[in-house]
């Protein structure tokens, strides 16, 4: 498996992905195949601060993507969000997401200022919270009916990955 930073050239298996996960697993994003219209890939340019990953396997395959932005105003320069992490189902045991994770946490520690990482994930997933509490991600706050899928409610955990020992 390879993981590095998609490109424009990306956009296309980019788009594959990300719908394919929209529409498979609606409960599991905050946003939907129709809110996403053509996803473009989040921040592929040449700042060092926004950044999307992608996994891919040997066979050219993009299997995994995660999204990073540091947050833009004065007095929130000092977090950071991580967003849009899916891995394809069909190889979601091959530790591709931690490696996702792990990769883009190395690079934000790298950003000069950076204080912390942030993410929401729906609470009813327990996969995607135990991978980010394993990483060090700490629950800090609680949205009860955060998201609304027809009429059915979720609620969504946000969490904190501090850069600095406390």
């Known amino acids: 498996m390879i993981i590095r930073e998609l490109t424009p050239a990306d956009t296309m298996a980019y788009q594959t ?7 498979e697993h609606i409960e599991l994003f905050r946003i939907s195949a129709q809110d ?3 996803p ?10 926004t950044f999307t990953l992608g996994a891919w ?11 990073f932005e540091r947050e833009a105003r004065a007095k929130l320069k ?3 969000l991580l967003y849009r992490m899916y891995v394809r189902a069909d190889t979601s045991d091959r530790g591709i997401g931690r490696s996702l994770i792990q990769e883009a946490v190395k690079r934000a520690r790298k ?7 942030n993410l929401t994930v729906v ?3 327990t996969r995607a919270k135990h991978l980010y509490s394993s990483e060090g991600f700490k629950t800090f706050a609680l949205e009860e009916r955060g998201l609304k899928i027809g009429e059915t409610y979720f ?9 600095f020992k406390e």
Request: net charge negative.
């Open 123 to 125: 609470a009813s997933n």
């Open 111 to 117: 950003i000069d200022g950076l204080e912390q990482i």
């Open 36 to 38: 996403a219209g053509e």
């Open 155 to 163: 609620n969504e955990e946000q969490m904190v990955l501090r850069l």
């Open 57 to 67: 396997l040997e066979d050219g395959q993009l299997v995994g993507v995660v999204s």
């Open 17 to 23: 992905l990300i719908l394919c996960g929209l529409r």
């Open 40 to 49: 473009m890939i989040p921040f592929a340019s040449s700042r060092s601060d």
């Open 78 to 80: 000092h977090k950071g």
